[in-house]
Structure formats: structure tokens, C-alpha cells
């Protein structure tokens, strides 16, 4: 958390619209269209999820700041909007991700520290040569051109906090649902501030019965958003309307007067249900026999 | 969110740096869409089209020092030889087995987010071939202002020091207002553009708040310039560890001395005691549980110094000067002025109006000063103090 938000190179060099990522996207394909039909991967959001959790592995090994892994995860997002993710060895990127968000979010972590972790997590991929971190490291600044400092929408949620009297049980929730935001575009198209408004909609509005670190086990979370998810989104459009209980309208009410994108809200929303359902696709083990086949066969980890 | 009404926010032109490592041998031409023109370049990569693109556009012309953390040059647009730069190159490759050290990262990290007119600004950033870490930075020719200060043959008055003053902590302001502390001030960091503006550099000790009951490390800010929080150990702290080193500055200007200038931290904090007063329960309430704190001599305790006392030890600031500066040096970080605080003191509205920016005492020589400072490394103080200073272990775990 630093500097101007509305100033940031995050807001000015670093947020795309959904057409602008997917034509960058397309055009990172069309350049090697062999890599493409040879080395399928699951969908991108799956990937994401499997970046995230080793991330996690790598992180709570070291006991590192949530901030730090959010860094880390915004960091492989712009990487792979400049390069092919067929072209690197992505446990790579990840650690080396892991190791420069460390040092901005000021916990860094000893290089030799952080390789020798990885190693014990991802012998195959990663080598022991601490210089190879040194100079990913060199590339991944390149790449986002020096532009280093990433906003979250942790702040917001916390400086809200009071505000819109959340209670803690909400907070908790809210803040993992912003977790998770990481695991979709979210953070290259929206603010984070609409992030945080998504969140605390989501948490106050649906607030799934069970809530204990369902990281990993989305399954209520998205159930609740299908059940009760269209009350909200009909609320937000229909002011007057009768329907939803009074701290509800409480937040409403605070949002209508706030200048928040309301649009952006919901089309966050609809982003995160989304990717509740598509995580229930998800395997691990796919995950990672695609991309180990991809390193290998490519011998990328060299 | 700070705007300051000084400055429109200019996008940085920064190009990437060269690519490298993660790419494996099957390597397709990259594909960058936010710059269409060069789309053309077959078979090179577009990104290190670019840099090189960068790279052309300045020219290296002489080294004007050299540190172990840095080698700056003196250098100027291709098109244009009389735009001056100031080249920082950062050792990457020294250090290449321990990765970007936290200085440069700091640096870089703040200076392209950071845009105003008393902070020094960056240009570009670009890759030399041998993968070292190009920072162009704006050509600052008048050296600084300890150069200033220790020049015996310059004259200036308390005007000169007005206008010094305001530029350093409007300077200051806007970091707080962005949340970064500089957390190194002290007049070689503060450069002297060729207009005569006040420029605070080299941000490798630089951070952002910490959250709430983060802690930070109490080991930043070179010894005179540090506040008696940080001498006592204190691991949260606020922008005023900052605005102490600005009235530490503002008195060595007054002087021409540095005002309490201790051989140790132990001394830096006897001597701050002796001179200030000694910080009591009373008069700082909390500051005995600060880990280094040393329980004063009850039979030695200096009562906390008045306007008197200011007044007396600086007669040139003026009564309404020593009030600002006895403000800014108030012992208890909680009752020290804020920068917000410095700028609406009624002394920048007093006479004598301060100098022109233009106007200002300035010395030959100061390019060779700048380049001197741009190698130096935060924390450090003069080469004859240098390894007594050099406590600073940016090796890892510090936050």
C-alpha cells in the first residue's frame, strides 16, 4: 500500500478490458499454434487455483504474508499477459514471483532460502543454481517494466470494516473471497476498491452457513450464490424494491450513494460464481501432469 | 489519496528491461499490442526491441562516480545532447546470486510511482547487454545541499534557507501523502536541480506504512538525522522519524554544523538528551517501554527545552523559525509536527519572503557531488565514517 491509487502505473498501465486481455491472449496463441494443439492445459482459472495453492505450499512453509502470495499471484497474471505460458517453466515464474513479492511487500525472504524451499517442493523443475532465480527475477521486472507496486483490495475491506459495521465473521469471509478473486481475471480488470464492495456484498449477502477455510472446497459458497444470488442483483437494480432484509438494504442504500461502479460490482460477481462452478472441475493431478509434460517436453526447466 | 496541486501525475515512458532465463528454447516472437508500430520486427523479441529502443535513446558520456552498489554517468538524449541525464547502473550482476538487492528494488519501486517537482524524478528504465539495471534519472547539476553547508566561501541567509526548506518538506509532504517513508534524509540525499529546486533522492531505505502492528526495522536514517524513537528501538513508527531529520536539517542549515552529531548510537542519544531534554513518562508518555530505552540519571535529567532555549541556540531562524523548528523537533513522535503541520506554519508567511529558487546561493562542482550520491548507498554517512556507519545489513529479513 503505497502512492495514489488513481495515480498508480496499476491503474494506468496495468488494467485492461475484457476484449484487450482476450485479444492479447489470442495473440500470444496465434504465435505458436503447435505449442497450442500440443500441449493443452485446463482452463486458465484451474491453473490459476493450482498457482495458487502451491504458492500456498511455498508460502506457509516460510510463513509469509498473505499480501505477499496476492503479490506474487497479480505478478504471474501480467507475466502471462507478455509471455506465452507454453514458453517458460511456470514453477519457475512461481517462485521467482514468490521471491520478488516477498521483497516488495517487505518480508523478503534469503534467495538460497526461498530455492532451497521450492526445491523441496518441485525437485524436477527448479535447480539448485540460485543465479537462475536471480536472473527470472530480472526478467519478471523487465517484463512488467520497474512497475512494482500492486494495490489490494485488503485495505478497502479493512478502512469499510467500520463503516458499513461488518462483523468479524463477515470480514473473515469477505477476505477470503477477495483470496480467491486472485484466481480470476479479476485483478487486471477491475479496481480493487470494486473488488472489496464485491466482496463485502458477497459476504454479507449470501453468507454461506458453513464458512471454515473452504478454500479448496468452493461448493458452498457457490451453492449459496445460485440460491439467493439474484435477490441482490435484482436489489442493486430496483432501489425501491421490498425484497431483501434491512441490513441488506442498509448496504445498498450505502452503495447507492456511494460512487462505486455498480455494474462492475455485479459483473465481478458474476465472475466469482463463475468461478465457484468451474472449480468444481478442478484436479489437481491434471493440473499437474499437463504442466509437468509441458516442462519436460519442452525442457523448459533448463 | 494525496493529490498535490503542484503536480499532473506524466505517464512514465519505461521500456522493459531484457528478456532472459524463462524462456526455454522453443521460444516464439513475443507479441506486445500496446505498441503497435513495432509489430513489424520479425523475428526479435518486441520487448527487447524496446529496450534497446530505450537504451538508444540516451548516451552514456562520462562515469561521474562510483560506489559497490552503483556506477552513475553523466549522460544526454541521442536527439538532443543538451538534455542532460543522470545513468545510475545498479551492480545486478555482482549481486546477481543474491537477486536485485532491497535498495535498488526500493528505489525502483517508489521513484515510478512517486511524481513531483522536489522529488527526483526517473525517466526510464532499460537493461545494459551484461544484465545490469539502468536507472534514468533526472540530471540534477548543483550538487547538494551538505555541499552548500560546508562551503565556507557560500553566503546565504535565512531567505536561502526559506526557500531549502519549503521545497525539502513539500517534497517530504507528498511521500507521507502517499504513504512511503523516506526514512534516509540528510542534505547529501537532497540535489540541486539547474533551476535551483530542491530534489529529495536515493530511496533505497524508502517503504510504505507499515499496516497497523506491523513492525518495521528501527535500523534506517543516518545517525544525526535520526529521531530518539529509532534510537530507542521502536519498531512502529510514523512519517515523524522523517520530519525529525528535516529539522535536523533545517538546524545544521542554520548552524552550518550538524546540530547533534554523535560518534554512536549511544552517544547520538546522550547527545540528543543533553540537547533537547531527556524524554521522561512525562513528557513522552510510553517511551519507557521502548526497547533500548536507557532509564535517565534522575540527578542528570535535562528538563525538555522551551522557546528559550531555540530561540538562543538558533537567533538566525527568527522567534517565529525557531518555533517551527522546535515544533519538529518535539521529543514525543506523537506531539511532533506533521509535514502537513511544517507547511501551514505561519513562518513561510512571515518575512523575510524566501529567495527565488532561481536566486539561490549555488557552486561549482556539482555534478561531480551528484554522481558521489547517486553511488552512495542509504544509511551512510561521509567516506571517513563510512564503516562505522555501515551497521545497515540488507542481506534479507528486514521489514
Known sequence: MAANYWASTQRRHWLFTRERLADIREGLKEKDKVAHTQFPLPDQRLLNIYFSQQLGRLGKRMSTRQQALATAQVYIKRYYTKNEIRSTNPYLVLTTAFYLACKMEECPQHIRFVVGEARGLWPEFIAPDVSKIGECEFSLISEMHSQLIVHHPYRTLSDLQTELTLTSDEVALAWSVINDHYLTDLPLLYPPHVIAVMAIIVAVVFKPSSQTSYHGHPAPIASAMREGGMNILAALGDKGGNGPPERIQKLIAWLAESEVDIKAVIECTQELVSLYEVWEQYSEKNCKELLGRMVKSKSLDK | ?399
Open chain 2, 1 to 399: 489519496m494525496a493529490f498535490s496541486p503542484l503536480v499532473a501525475p506524466s505517464p512514465l515512458a519505461t521500456a522493459p528491461l531484457k528478456k532472459s532465463a524463462v524462456s526455454g528454447p522453443a521460444n516464439p516472437v513475443q507479441e506486445n499490442e500496446s505498441f503497435p508500430q513495432l509489430q513489424g520486427g520479425a523475428d526479435r523479441e518486441i520487448t527487447e526491441q524496446l529496450n534497446d529502443e530505450v537504451r538508444h535513446k540516451y548516451i552514456k558520456a562520462k562515469k561521474l562516480g562510483e560506489g559497490t552498489y552503483a556506477v552513475v554517468f553523466l549522460g544526454h538524449l541521442r536527439t538532443d545532447p543538451s538534455s542532460f541525464v543522470a545513468i545510475k547502473k545498479i551492480k545486478v550482476n555482482t549481486e546477481y546470486k543474491d537477486g536485485l538487492s532491497m535498495d535498488a528494488i526500493r528505489e525502483v519501486k517508489y521513484l515510478q510511482e512517486l511524481s513531483h517537482p522536489n522529488i527526483i524524478a526517473l525517466h526510464d528504465v532499460f537493461s545494459s547487454k551484461d544484465q545490469n539495471l539502468n536507472l534514468v534519472l533526472e540530471y540534477l547539476p548543483r550538487g547538494d545541499l551538505e555541499m552548500l553547508i560546508k562551503d565556507s566561501n557560500i553566503h546565504y541567509g535565512l531567505p536561502d534557507i526559506k526557500a531549502w526548506m519549503g521545497m525539502l518538506i513539500r517534497g517530504v509532504w507528498f511521500c507521507h501523502e502517499n504513504f512511503v517513508l523516506h526514512r534516509d534524509i540528510k542534505p547529501n540525499n537532497l540535489l540541486i536541480a539547474s533551476d535551483g529546486e530542491v530534489k529529495l533522492a536515493d530511496f533505497g531505505l524508502a517503504r510504505s506504512f507499515a499496516d497497523p502492528y506491523l513492525n518495521m526495522t528501527h535500523q534506517v536514517i543516518t545517525r544525526w538525522y535520526r529521531p530518539p524513537e529509532l534510537l530507542y528501538g521502536a519498531r512502529q513508527y510514523s512519517g515523524a522519524v522523517d520530519i525529525w531529520s528535516v529539522a535536523m536539517v533545517f538546524a545544521e542549515l542554520l548552524l552550518r554544523v550538524p546540530f547533534v552529531a554523535g560518534n554512536s548510537d549511544l552517544d547520538q542519544i546522550t547527545r540528543i538528551c543533553e540537547a533537547f531534554g531527556t524524554p521522561t513518562e512525562d513528557n513522552w508518555p510510553g517511551v519507557s517501554k521502548l526497547p533500548n530505552y536507557i532509564p535517565a540519571d534522575a540527578s542528570h535529567l535535562v528538563p525538555v527545552q522551551g522557546r528559550d532555549f531555540f530561540l538562543r541556540q538558533f537567533p538566525t531562524a527568527g522567534p517565529v523559525g525557531a518555533e517551527l523548528l522546535m515544533s519538529m523537533c518535539t521529543l514525543d513522535p506523537r506531539k511532533r509536527s506533521t509535514a502537513y503541520q511544517a507547511l501551514r506554519h505561519n513562518w513561510w508567511a512571515s518575512e523575510p519572503r524566501p529567495t527565488n529558487k532561481e536566486d539561490l546561493p549555488r557552486k561549482a562542482g556539482g555534478t561531480k557531488k551528484m554522481g558521489d550520491d547517486l553511488t552512495r548507498r542509504g544509511g551512510e554517512l561521509d567516506d571517513q565514517f563510512k564503516n562505522a556507519a555501515r551497521q545497515l545489513d540488507f542481506s534479507a529479513m528486514k521489514a
